[in-house]
């Protein structure tokens, strides 16, 4: 995105946050439109469709006044999403503009297995400046995702993660029902403290590691890597010291997630899901990050149409769904009771702000043809100054 | 309302407010050095031996946090323990100041370590080479090392393009009392300098290979001269230059040097040394150079071994007086931030220096040094952090 388009974006989603009256006006829903993740427009070679995925480390604001540093495809948070046909010849670019090793997982795809993008099982990492060309056919059909393999823990909360959605001219959940929009949220939890403090620790130790690579230095121990397990186990037998003994990396804790978002952003600046009276909508759930959660929705049932991408032979209907880490699940939400309804985390831990509530994943299903005249505030309300609901609060 | 109903409510509302606002959990920083060795001293042929030597050893606390705008706020409390004749007491309060920063600028104000050196040495104790490596205090009568390092400072730092510093600062160094007297009474400002530094942050330091370090910095001691004819013949300048050079910078099998030259321009009435006033008030020319392998077996240090050498000589006295210093060292790590070290340092005096000192002086010690950084509560990047300087600043 370019500089002048960037700070467009933010001045709309400014305004929307902070002139609520504006919630069904224009300009609020195309800021909108950009809190979910634009498909990636393919090039043709062929009949195999390209795309380029590139990955740098970029700032994300995740409200306004926060910003983080982000490893980022194609520098945005979560990646851009990939829409293909069932079946479609997928080749994927990817190029590592950063100073640390990455990979690509194809999550939930069934990939030849040199593809599926495991550091030191399927392939080498994709070291600092290499790109690495992914092919495979797209299978099987429905939500799925991409995320690093490469420091997993960090690099996923860091923001490697992207839709990735496998469609069907035979779609039996559209047949099933007839929806006319859908969305996608990604989920994810992010310890942003050790986050900073683990990727500085990573690229200093990288700036030494490439170094070293430069000059054709390779030692195994000092890389930690060994050809076999019992290559390593006869290392410690002779006094090596593992990673995990010394503690080579900067934090010594396991993460504590202190900001939860979907589609890279927190309370009060999530996207809102557009609904109206008697539309079915769809909703794509991605949990990309290392926390479960608990999402329900106020005022409806909706069906849970499919587990990980595959459809459930039954739909059922439930008003709060467990999303597990690694997970995706697609709902059918029915416009069936005109309003403005929150869906969030029942964990309310994860509706928090680097602890302050309300935060994280709260967002709303927002009835666009609701009249005015419903969200006007009562006597007090204006009393305060305000105009009408669903208001930015940020501090109850 | 009378006096004691005014206290009573005052003293609530001091107690209420903090409870009822919360606050930011400040960071919180512990740093700890504890450096125990044994002594071997012979001065002029007599040996004397000192079976602990606990002196350097010292703790600092630091609190840290953002402040409403782009500055950060810090306090740090630190107290150490002094040489055992250097008639500071058990325990010295070396560092009590508050810093406020943002990107590009740093204030700082209170008690710490006085500009009068640029860079650091590779020796066991920070003092084990001061004689050359720092600017002698001419206010203090010498009894201690610590008036020489540490002041009440007040110091204005910017940094341009991330490596070039410019520093300007004024400080009381401390004045030793003229008996009767026991303890200073006048904290005024004795002294002001200015610096320019280049140097590269210790992150990059593979991104840049060569030079480390180039620094340049003028102390002035505002002293009472006497006969001086104004104020500005009172300033006792000195001119300090120095270097840190990286011969191989190899992740692995690390080679670096520095050195720091000091110029003292002196008063011409110093002819002779008597003590330390004279000592620090003579025109002299101190060089200090070290030559340093670091061998990083795993990504930490494992082995460190230095050799340093110094001169210093004075120009303008009566007697041809010099001194000179070699000091060699290894230092062995146990394990995290534990090490074994072993150093030997030998000094030589010639001249007037030799009725201060004696002829000369060989020390050898062996001990351990256990030193920890820690700190809880961290909220954000420090200045000089890879994401900071390569991937835009966060305040």
Redesign the interface.
Known sequence: MKRREFVQASAMVAAAAFFPSRLLGKASKEANAHRFPAPMEPRMDGDVKEFRLFID?H?QEIVPAF???TLAFNNQVPGPEIRVQRGDKVRVLFENRTELNHTIHWHGLHVPWRMDGVPYVTQMPVMPGQTFVYEFTAEPYGTHFYHCHWGTLLHMQAGMYGSFIIEDPDDPIRKKFPYSREYTLVYSAHDV?FL??E??SM???M??????MKHG?F?K??FAVFDSKEEFVDAVEKGY?P?YV???RAPDELPQPNWFTVNGKSYPMTPNLYIKQDELIRVRLINAGTEEHYLHLHGHDFWIVADDGLPVPQPWQCNTIRLSPGKTADIIIEGKNRGIWTFHDHDTRRVTNNGLYPGGNLLALVYEDLPDEETELDMMAKKMGLNNLPLVALDE | MNFRKLLTVLLALGTAVPAVLGQVKPEIQLGARGVMSFNANVVSGESTTAVNDFSDTGILLGFRQKLYNLFRGQLVIGMQFPDAESDLGQVFFHQTFIKVEDQKNVLKMGRTRVRSALIEFPTLRDDDALLFTDVLNPFSNGENTEDNQYGNVIELAHVFAQRYWVRIHGEHFTESPEPPATSETDFSLNAIGVSFEYRVPE??I??RPFVQQLGVGFNNFLANREGGANRANQVLKNVIVSAILNLR????YFWDARGQVIYNVGFDEVKTLAGWRDMARARSVAAFASLRFLYR????PTLQAALSLGYKTFPELLEKTRQTQIVANLFYRLG?NFDAVFQIQHIQFEGSLRALYGRRETRIQFGFVYSIDQSWN??F?DRE???NL???Y?P
């Open positions: 480390i700032q910003r983080i540093h403290n900073r403090e990727l500085n690229l200093e130790r700036k030494e590691r490439m170094y070293l230095r030692d121990e000092r010291l990673p010394v503690n080579r | 992150t990059q593979w991104n910078p190899d992740p692995v077996k795993l990504e930490r995290e961290r909220q990047d952090s890879l994401l390569e991937h835009g966060i």
